[in-house]
C-alpha cells in the first residue's frame, strides 16, 4: 500500500475539511491501495498555548461558507484544553492498522467540529477507543506524539495539515485563504486540489 502522510492537529478546522476532500476523492478514484497516515502536529507546543474556540472562530465560520455540513456543530464554548490525549487515542488506533487510524483520526474530528463535543474528555477518548478495538494509550503513544512533533520539525512542516508523499510535499492543498479586512476569505482551489489528489495517486504527467 502507499501511504501518504499528513502533520497535522485535531482542532485545526483546515484540517477538517482537507481530510474530507482528500477521503473523498480516494472513494471517488477507488484507490483503497492508497492510505493516509495521519501524524501528529500538536499546535499546543509548537504554539507554546493550546488553541481557543474563540480563537479560531472567523477561520470556521470562513470555512462553514464552503463546507457548511463540516462546522455544522462547532461550538466555541465546547473545546479540549488539550489536545495531546486525542493524538494519543489516534497514534494507538494506528498501530491497530491503517483503516481505524484513518477512522478514528476522521472520528475524533467530526465530533469536534460537527457534533460539538469536547474530544479532550476522558470518557468520549475511552468510548472512542472501546469502538475501535483500539488499546488504551500508553506511554509509548504519548512519545509518539512528541516525536511526530520534531520529524516535522525535521522534514519543514510549515502548518497543519501538511502533507508529504513520494517525492512532494504540499501545506493545505487546494484552499485560497485570503484576509478581507479582519475577516478570513477562503475558496476551494479545485485545480491546486486536482494537481495534489494526482501527485498522492501518482496519476500526475
Known amino acids: ?14 484540517t ?7 477521503f473523498d476523492r480516494r472513494a471517488r478514484a477507488g484507490r483503497a491501495d492508497v492510505g493516509l497516515r495521519v501524524r501528529a502536529w500538536p499546535l499546543e507546543v509548537v504554539n507554546g498555548a493550546p488553541l481557543t474556540g474563540e480563537a479560531i472562530a472567523d477561520k470556521v465560520a470562513a470555512l462553514s461558507t464552503v463546507y457548511p455540513a463540516l462546522f455544522a456543530g462547532f461550538a466555541p464554548s465546547v473545546f479540549p484544553a488539550t489536545t495531546l490525549p486525542a493524538l494519543a487515542v489516534t497514534n494507538a488506533a494506528y498501530r491497530v492498522d491503517i483503516a481505524t487510524g484513518e477512522s478514528v483520526a476522521t472520528l475524533l474530528r467530526d465530533l469536534l467540529f460537527v457534533d460539538g463535543q469536547d474530544i479532550a474528555d476522558a470518557g468520549i477518548l475511552h468510548g472512542i477507543a472501546s469502538d475501535h478495538g483500539v488499546p488504551v494509550p500508553d506511554a509509548s503513544d504519548q512519545r509518539a506524539v512528541l516525536d511526530d512533533l520534531e520529524a516535522g520539525r525535521r522534514r519543514g512542516v510549515t502548518g497543519s495539515p501538511h502533507y508529504f508523499g513520494s517525492g512532494f510535499d504540499a501545506f493545505c492543498p487546494g484552499l485560497d485563504v485570503s484576509h478581507v479586512g479582519t475577516e478570513f476569505d477562503i475558496t476551494a482551489n479545485g485545480q491546486k486540489f486536482d494537481e495534489f489528489i494526482d501527485r498522492c495517486f501518482g496519476t500526475s504527467p
Open 1 to 14: 500500500m502507499t501511504v501518504i502522510e499528513v502533520f497535522a492537529d485535531v482542532s485545526c478546522p483546515f
Open 16 to 22: 477538517q475539511a482537507g481530510l474530507h476532500r482528500w
